[in-house]
Every structure is written in structure tokens, then in C-alpha cells.
Nanobody, 129 residues
Framework: QVQLVESGGDSVEAGGSLRLSCRVSESIYKNNCMGWFRQAPGEEREAVAVASFTGAFTDYADSVKARFTISQDNANNTVYLQMNSLKPEDTGMYYC??????????????????????WGQGTQVTVSS
């Protein structure tokens, strides 16, 4: 069974940090592109960060560059999103997702979700000012 399970969401003040985790079932973890997405109420789901299985390729949305870092623990089939200097506009439900094959550079539009067939249930991040 394909599973992605996120954890680590919380309520923090602006300027704070959180680390999200996504445990991925082995059947889809290897040789895939992993991504973190977020969705605020009334907004479209947007890509935040993507990383290849090897970690050789990563890309970030412009709004989170230099603040967020995607990383992997391949021994434990886990993908992380380290979020620093959090802002109120980072508030939303954060989803982990996987797609077969390689990652594409993020463009900032709905096409960033293309190919991501497997999704977790999400974890809520709330940043207060």
C-alpha cells in the first residue's frame, strides 16, 4: 500500500522554526521525485520544494528560498522540510507528495503539481504575527 504520512506541523510565532517529516512507503520512495506543497484557505495548492531521490537536484519556490530546506533520510524513507524564519504568509496545510521519475524546476504555477500521483493527508502549520 502506498503511504505518505506527514508530521511536525504546529502553531509558532513569526520568526520561529519547524521541521516537517514525511514517512514514505518504500514502494514509491526509491527513484522518485519528492515534493512539499502547501495550501492556504481559499488558495490553490502550491509547490514549496522538490528533491530528487539522490538529493542531487532540489528546487524551491521563490517565497521560501534561503528559509526552507528539503532533505532526505534514505535509510528511513523519510523526507524533511526544515522551515526557518517563518512568516504569517507561510500558514497553511503542508502536504508531502511523490511522483515517478525526475523532478522539474518549479515554475510557480499549477503545472508544478503535474505527475504527483501520491499524496499525504497533510499537516497544519500556523504562523502568528
Amino acid at each position: 500500500q502506498v503511504q505518505l504520512v506527514e508530521s511536525g506541523g504546529d502553531s509558532v510565532e513569526a520568526g520561529g522554526s519547524l521541521r516537517l517529516s514525511c514517512r514514505v512507503s518504500e514502494s514509491i520512495y526509491k527513484n522518485n521525485c519528492m515534493g512539499w506543497f502547501r495550501q492556504a484557505p481559499g488558495e490553490e495548492r502550491e509547490a514549496v520544494a522538490v528533491a530528487s531521490f539522490t538529493g542531487a537536484f532540489t528546487d524551491y519556490a521563490d517565497s521560501v528560498k534561503a528559509r526552507f530546506t528539503i532533505s532526505q533520510d534514505n535509510a528511513n524513507n523519510t523526507v524533511y522540510l526544515q522551515m526557518n524564519s517563518l512568516k504569517p504568509e507561510d500558514t497553511g496545510m503542508y502536504y508531502c507528495a511523490a511522483k515517478w521519475g525526475g523532478c522539474m524546476r518549479l515554475s510557480g504555477g499549477p503545472q508544478d503539481r503535474r505527475g504527483f500521483a501520491h499524496w499525504g493527508q497533510g499537516t497544519q502549520v500556523t504562523v502568528s504575527s
